[in-house]
């Protein structure tokens, strides 16, 4: 019934950027706050940004002032602009719904690889 997917992903340079896109449908997407997370191999996913219904943002401190996340309620759609890329930020990303208790639902989409390497 619910589903997300990611696209926009691919590999660039460092230095570069990407704008990734979260398609939603099967919920009332106002209605949720949406989270991107990231998941690099050998590691636990992390939460990167969270948006809320009313457009507060939060980010993971290792991306903060670098990615930007943001929505379109008339698009159902959540989108994460990510600038100056480093290696690090390599990982699959994915959308979701955050939920209280720093967990969230499980909606997980395919996601969508994206790779920072020269």
């Known amino acids: 019934q619910v589903q997300l997917v990611e696209s926009g992903g691919g590999l660039v340079q460092p230095g570069g950027s990407l704008r990734l896109s979260c398609a939603a449908s099967?919920?009332?997407?106002?209605?949720?706050?949406m989270g991107w997370y990231r998941q690099a191999p050998g590691k636990q996913r992390e939460l990167v940004a969270t948006?809320?219904?009313?457009?507060?943002?939060m980010y993971a401190d290792s991306v903060k002032g670098r990615f930007t996340i943001s929505r379109d309620n008339a698009k159902d759609t959540v989108y994460l602009q990510m600038n100056m890329l480093k290696p690090e930020d390599t990982a699959v990303y994915y959308c979701?719904?955050?939920?209280?208790?720093?967990?969230?639902?499980?909606?997980w989409g395919q996601g969508t690889q994206v790779t920072v390497s020269s």
């Open positions: 099967g919920i009332i997407f106002s209605a949720f706050a």
């Open positions: 948006i809320t219904t009313h457009s507060s943002t």
């Open positions: 979701n719904v955050p939920i209280i208790g720093n967990k969230e639902a499980d909606y």
